[in-house]
């Protein structure tokens, strides 16, 4: 009996041990993800900006002068 106990005691130990590292590699994850993310937003962000400038520089010279169709 002596020998499962002693068994336990050394998966709990290593268990104790690993959840932190577990945690800190899962919150480095996350913030990997949210990196990037936010970094495919800007340009996202960019591009509709150049093409809102772009329409609104070429827009047409008679009428309204409203280049969109709303």
Do not use: C, E, N, Q
């Amino acid at each position: 009996m002596h020998g499962l106990d002693a068994v336990g005691h050394t998966v709990l130990r290593r268990l104790i041990t690993m959840v932190p590292l577990l945690l800190v590699l899962l919150l480095a994850l996350i913030l990997f993800g949210a990196g990037f993310a936010v970094k495919i937003l800007w340009w996202l962000a960019i591009a509709v900006l150049i093409l809102w400038l772009i329409g609104f520089v070429a827009r047409p010279k008679g009428g309204s002068g409203r280049w969109y169709r709303w």
